[in-house]
């Protein structure tokens, strides 16, 4: 593959454009492009729009898996997937503390590649359409500190039986919210939350919708080197990202780590 982009200010303005030329020995080449501009509204306020094309062959698993007791076996004859998006976006800066980031964005893709077929084979699904929003909150404080993003989508297949059915295992709504408390120069804690609601699975079944919290606690003995011990799954939650493939339990996991510094 060759990448070369180019990128210029004018006045409040910024500009990108960059382009992507593939070549697969499978599948031959493919060129496609990028575009995004930026304008500055003020100190604290940003507007951003990007287009962009993408390119992505099947993976060997995708084209060659034998399958499971007769299931989700890989197709030899799947094609790359190819897709245009566009996005729109603004970012605030409420302060010198809080950022916020709204953006809004639509892709679609022609020859999606999908565990649909018959016994859930791979195939190609000739056109499928994604629509959806995020919303991102950053607060950083000298003790406290937050990240918050949420996103709504909806993914679907403009192909199936009944000509807009959902896409599988993809959940409309999502959140994650991952604080940090600084207790002083060597102690921190931490509390990370994941929520999903349900995603549609095969057979007209659903994997419930869930939610798991996570807690850490820090500790930096040396200054390159620290010790975190981290609990999963804090509530013993049990649920299910795919029917039929268990997650674990409440789980603990100790980290030494070394940070090298210049």
């Known amino acids: 593959g060759l990448f070369v982009s180019w990128r210029g200010e004018f006045d409040r303005n910024t500009f990108e454009l960059a382009a992507r030329r593939d070549d697969n020995s499978q599948y031959g080449g493919k060129t496609t492009g990028q575009a995004a501009w930026g304008f500055k509204v003020n100190e604290d306020t940003r507007l951003r729009a990007s287009w962009g094309q993408g390119f992505r062959a099947p993976n060997f698993n995708e084209l060659y898996y034998p399958g499971f007791f007769g299931f989700f076996a890989g197709n030899a004859g799947l094609r790359p997937e190819a897709s245009d998006s566009a996005e729109l976006g603004i970012n605030f800066n409420i302060n010198s503390q809080q950022t916020l980031e709204v953006s809004s964005y639509r892709t679609k893709v022609k020859d999606l590649i999908a565990f649909e077929g018959v016994n859930f084979k791979a195939l190609n699904i000739n056109r499928a359409r994604l629509k959806g929003a ?129």
């Open 134 to 262: 995020e919303v991102e909150y950053q607060f950083k404080g000298e003790v406290f500190s937050l990240t918050a993003n949420a996103s709504w989508q909806d993914a679907r297949n403009l192909d199936g039986l009944a000509g807009n059915e959902k896409l599988l295992r993809r959940a409309d709504r999502k959140l994650n919210i991952n604080t940090n408390f600084k207790i002083n120069e060597q102690w921190s804690l931490g509390l990370d939350l994941q929520a999903s609601s349900e995603r549609p699975d095969f057979g007209g079944t659903s994997s419930s919708a869930y939610g798991r919290m996570d807690g850490r606690i820090s500790y930096q003995f040396a200054e390159a080197w620290s010790l975190e011990a981290r609990v999963e799954n804090l509530g013993d939650k049990d649920y299910e990202l795919i029917p039929g493939y268990n997650t674990p339990g409440r789980s603990g996991l100790l980290t030494l780590r070394w940070n090298a510094k210049n």
